[in-house]
């Protein structure tokens, strides 16, 4: 009768119909995600050159990529999920272990290539978004999320993609904004997501698979969270 009563009201008495409209809001909401994931890959494709500049304009003087660098072990396989213009793997290759960085823009990768220099070759930089990351099921030990959850269109599925990729026992690390009220950096810097909680990121991560969660909030300013976890 409930079942029933549900449908009456939403006008909807036949399976058939039901189906075909949930394929329909399927369709629009990918269709939605597209148009911010190319929005976003044209942002940084637009600033790709002065990147370092408004990254730091950004996030202020703060700077945790210490905290993620002593956290690697020097022969495991890492991925840094977007990963810019490369100011981790600058501090990072070369190194014993593989490493991997995975953008959406090109111009990023390009930037990042002229960072590294003659190291570049050391490192596989790869075109993709981080919710359908170019790399092998169960072939990293460690992933990076380095300030990227915000710019993300769909954190938890990149999460989701990020478990595919790992080893067991492998380490997913992520580093990102409390939530705020910022508005401006929806459009100053294509945030999408205007930070998150830690316990949202821990319900993610544990809802995939992830176990050993723990999280800290970072910083003087108390505006950065980090989380770490294993598969």
């Known amino acids: 009768l409930l079942i029933r009563a549900a449908l009456s009201a939403m006008k909807l008495e036949d399976s058939s119909e039901i189906a075909a409209a949930i394929q329909v809001d399927a369709e629009n909401a990918g269709k939605l995600a597209d ?12 600033v790709a050159s002065d990147w370092h500049n408004i990254r730091e304009t950004a996030l ?66 790869r075109l993709g978004y981080v919710e359908h990351l170019p790399v092998g099921d169960e072939s990293i030990d460690t992933v990076i999320g380095y300030m990227v959850l915000h710019h993300t269109t769909n954190p938890r599925d990149a999460l989701a993609d990020s478990f595919r990729v790992l080893k067991t026992g492998g380490s997913c690390i992520l580093v990102d904004l409390m939530p705020h009220d910022k508005e401006y950096m929806r459009e100053r810097f294509a945030d999408v997501w205007l930070g998150f909680s830690p316990s949202q990121v821990q319900e993610w991560l544990e809802s995939l698979g992830f176990h050993s969660v723990t999280t800290r909030v970072l910083g003087e300013k108390q505006e950065v969270f980090m989380a770490i976890c294993k598969k």
Do not use: H, W
């Open 60 to 125: 202020g003087q703060e700077n945790f990529l210490d905290l993620v660098t002593e956290q690697i072990e020097p022969e495991e396989t890492i991925l840094e999920l977007g990963c810019g213009s490369g100011a981790l793997l600058d501090l990072l290759a070369p190194r014993p272990g593989s490493t991997m960085g995975v953008d959406c823009s090109e111009a990023m990768l390009e930037e990042a290539r002229k960072k590294l220099g003659s190291r570049s070759s050391t490192v596989d930089l």
């Open 35 to 46: 148009k911010r994931r190319s929005r976003t890959r044209d942002y940084f494709d637009s």
